[in-house]
């Protein structure tokens, strides 16, 4: 698998690419969100670097934000979102320090979860608390797999990445008929142009797997349509408000929490 040290100069290269290119585009809203990838990026690769510890850091500061983000999605009270976040961040610290005890400490956080609506006696909300809770931890506990896979992270979340950016600039351009209908703006001829970009990184950085490439074609895609489910349902245009450019981070990282997961289950 490829070191964080050797790919820190192809993000740079992209971050540069790109700044260029929104530059000439003139769009603001991209303007500020390249400026505050230009913050984040760096960031995060510097905290790979370190190693272990660095991902564990990455992956409960970002499980803890996106529990935030689906709670307000999900109309999920502060004892609810204090026990999901919990649960995840469990999760996150038996990858990183007993990765044998993974599934069990995912069973521990699924009962805990199961047991706030539980506890409370909710007959009228506590179905949907409870079905939104399980969800929130089968979905944002995958944020754990950053330990697992290191610097494979990062690679995944530059695919997906590019694969959404060409997709977005891509689909309107090409048309055809439309994705699905949880996201009306999204075009299959934009998917696959997505698809050929993300697995077109996999390949110069001489990762290109089949696993890697499921996961990014099809695991990616999945993941935007994913939350652009949940936010429908919430009848939310972003899941936050407060990452510029992009609303929240469940908006960045929802292709790559699927695409992780998407990894993790193949062979």
Request: aromatic residues 6%; hydrophobic residues 65%; proline residues 5%.
């Amino acid at each position: 698998m490829i070191a964080v040290a050797s790919l820190a100069p192809f993000l740079g290269g992209a971050l540069v690419l790109s700044g260029i290119a929104v530059a000439v585009s003139r769009r603001r809203e991209l303007l500020i969100r390249w400026c505050a990838w230009a913050v984040g990026v760096p960031l995060a690769v510097g905290a790979f670097w370190w190693g272990r510890p660095g991902a564990a850091a990455v992956a409960i500061a970002a499980g803890v934000i996106a529990v935030m983000e689906f709670g307000g999605l999900m109309r999920l009270g502060r004892a609810d979102r204090v026990v999901l976040a919990a649960a995840v961040v469990g999760v996150v610290l038996a990858a990183w320090l007993a990765p044998g005890q993974v599934l069990r400490v995912v069973a521990i956080g699924a009962l805990a979860v199961a047991a706030v609506p539980l506890l409370a006696g909710d007959a009228d909300h506590g179905l949907r608390r409870l079905g939104a809770g399980l969800l929130g931890l089968a979905w944002l506990s995958v944020t754990a797999a950053l330990v697992t896979l290191g610097a494979g992270a990062l690679v995944l979340f530059a695919a997906v990445s590019i694969a959404d950016i060409v997709a977005y600039f891509a689909g309107p351009a090409l048309g055809g008929p439309r994705l699905s209908p949880l996201s009306p703006a999204k075009r299959w001829s934009g998917t696959f142009a997505g698809a050929a970009a993300g697995l077109g990184v996999l390949a110069v950085l001489s990762v290109l797997s089949w696993p890697m490439a499921v996961a990014v074609a099809v695991g990616g895609p999945a993941g935007d349509l994913l939350e652009s489910m949940v936010k429908r349902g919430a009848q939310a245009k972003d899941a936050g408000h407060w990452l510029p450019g992009s609303g929240g981070l469940l908006d960045r990282i929802d292709s790559l929490l699927i695409a992780l997961a998407v990894l993790l289950v193949l062979p």
